[in-house]
């Protein structure tokens, strides 16, 4: 989604409202996570005293597979992110890192979106913190049962 900000870098004081859903088939380049279903993203756009602040929170739900057990299951994340969006840094400072640069006076939401989320999303993915896996001899699932391996 592209989100044009031109109004809202003249206008101080307004603010937009920002909702919409990325589509799996939008999702299905990202390696590594299955989305279960369209992310969903709502939030908006302010500009307050000439700063333009875009704040959001993002909701999906991926099709995972337990690290230890392997049991596949449903996990639910929900985020909320903030940032100053300007339109072109004066430097090249790494200060400016957290700023979004909206070039042309627009955005493209996805873009960071997807970015965001895939930084907060978990690289070690439990289907309880208690798992205690499988036998690595016999491969029995130790949450289920017992196994006389390791006697």
């Keep these: 989604m592209n989100l044009k900000l031109r109004e809202v870098f003249q206008v101080e ?3 937009k409202s920002v909702q919409y859903e990325i ?5 299905s380049d990202i390696h590594g996570y299955t989305f279960a279903e369209p992310v969903k993203v709502s939030g908006e756009i ?18 995972v597979e337990c690290d ?8 639910e994340h929900t985020y909320d992110f903030t940032h100053t969006v300007v339109q072109a840094l004066h430097s090249d400072n790494s200060a400016y890192d957290s ?9 493209d939401m996805n873009e960071t979106v997807i970015t965001d989320l895939l930084l907060m999303l978990p690289t070690k993915i439990l289907c309880s913190e208690d798992c205690k896996g499988l036998c690595y001899i ?7 049962s017992t196994c006389d391996c390791l006697k």
Excluded: H, M, W
């Design 13 to 15: 004081g307004l603010k």
């Design 99 to 107: 700023y979004i640069v909206a070039e042309n006076d627009s955005i």
């Design 68 to 75: 230890r057990c392997l049991k596949p299951f449903k996990q």
């Design 23 to 27: 589509t799996l088939e939008e999702l």
């Design 138 to 144: 016999c491969g029995c699932d130790l949450n289920e």
């Design 46 to 63: 302010a500009n307050r005293a000439g700063i333009v602040t875009l704040k959001y929170s993002v909701s999906c739900i991926l099709d």
